[in-house]
């Protein structure tokens, strides 16, 4: 039986980015999860680390990780500061800029979930979503919008928003006008997604009402 992680390797699994469950650490941690079969070196540079599905249920299976990190770690700093990758949804208050390392970090949180998608699909499918995405469907929406290059709103700019909603495995996607809705519908089908275009019966709003597809 594989031996369970160490507490400092358990720290590394439970500080993984949550959208793409990338990994920072020492080559020395790093490695010793590779050879735990719990994480993977992307075989692409800039070669960043990943977790697998083992890796995946070790850190999902711990409960209150963010207060366990806080208990562990006083001097961590709180998730805005750490640098911490995180899909926009639109709507933050705080947006990052679109800078080119912005483009980087999304380009390789795509890629690594592709990646997720080859090592979790039972026939290595990267055309469509995988267990993670199906129960992270906001960020896993707003991360294949955002790697496609649409705009999410923030500030004063107008864009997509990807929003929760009571159906199961559905989010909802507004958009500015009806050019960009169908654009982004255009660009989660190409993910994997089935999206179709509804009205709110009070606001008359247009919108994507999108599932990750099964087949």
């Given amino acids: 039986m594989t031996r369970p992680p160490t507490a400092a390797q358990r720290r590394v699994i439970e ?5 793409t469950g990338r990994l920072r650490g020492t080559d020395a941690q790093l490695s010793a999860l590779v050879k735990r079969g719990l994480a993977f070196r992307h075989p692409r540079p800039p070669h960043d680390h990943f977790l697998t599905p083992a890796g995946h249920r070790i850190r999902e299976a711990v409960p209150d990780a963010s207060e366990a990190r806080e208990a562990t770690r006083t001097t961590e700093p709180s998730a805005p500061s750490t640098g911490v990758f995180a899909a926009r949804v639109g709507g933050e208050e705080a947006a990052p800029p679109s800078a080119p390392a912005r483009l980087r970090e999304v380009r390789s949180a795509w890629e690594g979930l592709l990646e997720l998608r080859r090592m979790t699909n039972p026939d290595g499918a990267v055309d469509r979503p995988c267990g993670w995405e199906r129960t992270h469907l906001v960020r896993a929406a707003a991360l294949a919008l955002e790697a496609a ?3 999410p ?3 004063d700019a107008d864009g997509y928003r990807v929003r929760a909603t009571p159906q199961p495995e559905a989010v909802a996607v507004y958009a500015p006008d ?3 809705l169908a654009a982004c519908a255009a660009t989660l089908g190409r993910a994997g997604w089935q999206a179709g275009e509804y009205t709110e019966p009070r606001t008359r709003a247009r919108y994507l009402l999108a599932s990750p597809r099964r087949a």
């Fill in 153 to 155: 709103a923030g500030g």
């Fill in 178 to 180: 009806a050019g960009a």
């Fill in 15 to 19: 500080a993984a980015d949550p959208v």
């Fill in 149 to 151: 290059g649409h705009r």
